[in-house]
């Protein structure tokens, strides 16, 4: 079955910074395009970013872009968003997420919370 499990999030300063990571299982992971949503208490799911199955293209919001970055490592399985000049308006949950088989799967989740 089709697994995914996040870990790095954690209590940051502004202008500090975090590497997310989740680990995927149950499907072939280089064949499938994976995304990062993040979501705020009181405000809509929204979409961080992709990254293609080779990993050679990537695509992010506007209000991230030039600060986050998604990489990936096939041989491990793990796609990875890295998060420099964290601002208050960073905090929310983060999520991995891979359609596969016509269904969205997501990890559990976890904490990203920028405060001084």
């Known amino acids: 079955q089709v697994q995914l499990v996040e870990s790095g999030g954690g209590l940051v300063q502004p202008g500090g910074s975090l590497r997310l990571s989740c680990a995927a299982s149950?499907?072939?992971?280089?064949?499938?395009?994976m995304r990062w949503y993040r979501q705020a208490p009181g405000k809509e799911r929204e979409l961080v970013g992709t990254?293609?199955?080779?990993?050679?293209?990537?695509n992010y919001a506007d209000s991230v872009k030039g600060r986050f970055t998604i990489s990936r490592g096939n041989a491990k399985n793990t796609v990875y968003l890295q998060m420099n000049s964290l601002k208050p308006e960073d905090t929310a949950v983060y999520y991995c997420?891979?359609?596969?088989?016509?269904?969205?799967?997501w990890g559990q989740g976890t904490q990203v919370t920028v405060s001084s």
């Open positions: 149950g499907f072939t992971f280089s064949l499938y395009a």
């Open positions: 990254i293609t199955s080779a990993g050679w293209r990537t």
């Open positions: 997420n891979v359609l596969w088989q016509q269904y969205e799967y």
